[in-house]
């Protein structure tokens, strides 16, 4: 069975190491937080201006001058620091993050991501995305496999107004999980529980590879 | 001590006039000039371009001024937040000029620190790049970005002193310390305003120099856009 | 008779007015800051990092962490502020320093001015003196009129390395008071208690202009 | 929590290499990482080239590694103090490369911003131009400037905390904070070194994400250049 957006959560907290810097976007990324292991020890930016980012406040601790880049109130961890928009793509400009979680609406072979407008329907924009994208050393996207209609958003070429181009290394989705090949595609590396090979080859439109035995994920 | 301090919002804003390009601080609802958008949406000044990252939300933060179409561009790298901004957009009332959040920030900075352009990787690849120069810097392209000045800059600090110095709280600083220094003229709003001498030098994360007038604001709501809580 | 550089700081603390931001060089510019008179406000940037500096301080508040552009001891006073080197320049260059105050070895009629480098004698380097004169709008220079032995340094064109080209807007020398045109050439507005316009037209190798009669300073 | 210390100087320097590029904070001698330079000259390390605005005093600061012919290259903006530099440089045995003060301090920000490159009016129709693009903006004709990099960057805070946190003092400041986010590995010497968690977010001028190791300084001597009293 394909997995819900907590168990694609859960499957991304296990590549989260000791002593990593991770930025979290928007949607699944955020949730990631909550199943990060107990024994390591990560520091979490949020691009708003906060490194050291912890859980949720509790009802009495809540403050509206300390909230996340979702706009979500946050509290923060010892050995948290504070700074401005400017810093804080400064730090991601120059590589200091280890890692970077993103959803996405499409994702290509080549690692291309779109996640910022759809035209003459929907324009958040694309906040941090870009320069994230255009950055980090290590992009991982959290999506589903298929759009609501059944379309594969893993991709030959992205459809919708690009984010980045070659950028993403590894992709989650409700199916598998899958590194994006530097020469292109992607390779099939783990099954969802009860998800088969097929079911995934049937869902993506990009060119998947797959090689000898798929084990399931342990989540 | 040179004094910027004004004593009220109306005396902050009396020389905002139509057409002005503007700076907002504030990320979401966090760290907006309360005061000053409220006494904009009074006085109704019209035909203003706003520099801000987000675009508020329907009827709080600069969705006020949407909602009274005072608002002719925005300026911002992320709107997902507010409806009336998304159908003013799509049915073409509202122009709109979409940048990566990061590269909003450096052109906002760089207007304040006197570099009129500048490289970033950012965008390279995507619409933000149409027309714009790209570079080749250890094999990475990247794209030429100006300066972002305004007639006027508003932020919102925690502390403030009658020289013009300014202590943000939490995340509430994001986009004002840049902001206050890309202003020809920048206005100050501050929940608490002290004398000169009072603040810690040390401390102090917009020095006065940015700051040309300054006032305590009569009351913050500071309402909160996504409440969670454990 | 000519000024000292005590009376050459004396005349330039007129120009300093109420409200003014203030950046000092190393040398007579400095003395500047001894003769401001009381009831005005001002506050000297120093780019090192501080905007307020105030008088040296007495024996027992010596801070070694407390310095000024000279390297010299010095206070803050109420309202002053610390920054990194990054964010003094920032100010320096987006215009936000009503006036500065510097030295300088050579000044041409164009406005030209040269104070860091002697060819194959003395490298003291440029220090923050080529960002200032780059950017600052109101330029003003503290200087001897001649060399030790005798030659003019207000010139036709600067003959040591420049700083900066056609920046200077006034001369405060040991002889007299000077604006540098816009079209070029230094003209005499005010002699040195004693000077004549004779002694200021013998020591100047530059064009001068000596329109009507020229007022005798008042320090 | 993300640990940085390290137990001493040593070991915060132990795998500086012969011919490394290393920046140091500091303005004359307010704000130097005394102990590490100290360190550096005992371990005898070679052939450096330093990013530093000064250049030190005969005897103290980057004067010692002067003395001791450790440095082939300085990069600063002034060196009106140091005869040996001044000695070194005039016989050639120095490198030496003058850079306006202000151009130093931003191409050691973009270096840590991921930015490679700027405009500056800095220096333009000077010899810090030759070979350098110009291009005007607004009618003012500007210099292309690239990043600063170094290999280790070596920066003094007054407190820090386990998590690489630095706060600095005074005019202490300086070139410090920039030069911590230009290093590929920063090493922060401290005055006061305490746990996580027991400084103000608030007040932090550098966060721990660009400090590699730290450690608490033995000792400090602060020597002043130009004691002036009342």
Sequence with gaps: ?219 | MINKTVTNVEEAIHDIHDGATIMFGGFGLCGIPENCIAALQKRGTKNLTCISNNAGVDGFGLGLLLATRQIKKMISSYVGENHEFEKQLLSGELEVELLPQGTLAERIRAGGAGIPAFYTPAGYGTEVAEGKEVRVFDGKPHLLEHWLRADFSIVKAWKGDTAGNLIFKGTARNFNPMMATAGKITIAEVEELVPAGTLDPNHIHTPGIFVSRIFQGEQYEKRIENLTTL
Excluded at chain 1, 30 to 40: C, F, G, H, R
Excluded at chain 1, 80 to 106: P, Q, V
Excluded at chain 1, 165 to 170: G, S
Excluded at chain 1, 206 to 218: A, Q, Y
């Design chain 1, 1 to 219: 069975m394909a997995l819900d957006k907590y168990g694609i959560a859960k499957r991304i907290a296990q590549e989260v190491k000791d002593g990593y810097y991770v930025n979290l976007g928007i949607g699944i990324p955020t949730l990631v937080a909550n199943y990060i292991p107990s024994d390591i020890q990560v520091m979490l930016q949020s691009e708003n201006g906060l490194l050291g980012m912890g859980p949720f406040p509790t009802k009495d601790k809540v403050d509206p001058d300390m909230i996340n880049a979702g706009k979500q109130t946050v509290t923060t961890i010892d050995g948290a620091a504070l700074f401005n928009s400017a810093e804080s793509f400064a730090m991601i400009r120059s590589g200091k993050i280890d890692l970077t979680i993103l959803g996405a609406m499409e994702v290509s072979e080549q690692g291309d991501i779109a996640n910022w407008k759809i035209p003459g329907k929907m324009v958040k924009g694309m906040g941090g995305a870009m320069d994230l994208v255009a950055s980090a050393r290590n992009i991982i996207v959290a999506m589903q496999h298929t759009s609501k209609d059944g379309q594969s958003k893993l991709l030959k070429t992205c459809s919708l107004p690009i984010t980045g181009l070659h950028c993403v290394k590894k992709i989650f989705s409700d199916l598998g999980v899958f590194d994006v090949l530097p020469e292109g595609g992607f390779k099939l590396l783990e099954r969802a529980p009860g998800v088969s090979v097929e079911d995934i080859i049937q869902a993506t439109e990009g060119m998947l590879i797959v090689e000898g035995t798929i084990p399931e994920m342990k989540i």
